[in-house]
């Protein structure tokens, strides 16, 4: 898949995308997932929806392409399915067709914020707060 080699931390980036993915299986096959304490009926699907435009976006932000950013679109959608399979066997957490369709809104919502100008969030973040590396003030 293409990389976008303007950004200065990529390898860095690329490590905290694989553990936030890492973070979403853990919550997603753990017996006991933390609770937020408050009350609305339909938290759990914001957070799965959230949870998925954040991978989807974060991402999109490292490769550009179309092709790329189709696979992982795909992929984060088909990782969303299985978790659920898993649920549902596990005995201990429940498949939702609901948790199905928040994950693959919420991949869709990061996939269309990562084209145009929110591709380079990253980079305005890298130019904007993070110093440069001491190669780069030479």
Known sequence: MASDSRLKYRAEWIYVGWSLVALVIY??????????????KYLDKLEHLFAYAVLMGWFGQLYHTQKSRIGYLLGFIAMGI???I????????????G????????????????????????????????????????
């Open 99 to 138: 948790d199905i369709a928040a994950n693959s809104i919420g991949a869709a919502i990061g996939w269309g914020m990562s084209r145009g100008r929110g591709a380079d969030l990253l980079k305005l973040f890298e130019h904007w707060v993070l110093p440069r590396r001491s190669s780069e003030r030479d």
């Open 82 to 84: 299985g978790l659920e």
């Open 86 to 97: 898993i649920q549902g066997v596990g005995g201990v957490r429940y498949f939702e067709y």
């Open 27 to 40: 919550l997603s096959v753990t017996s006991t997932p933390p609770q937020l304490d408050i009350e609305f």
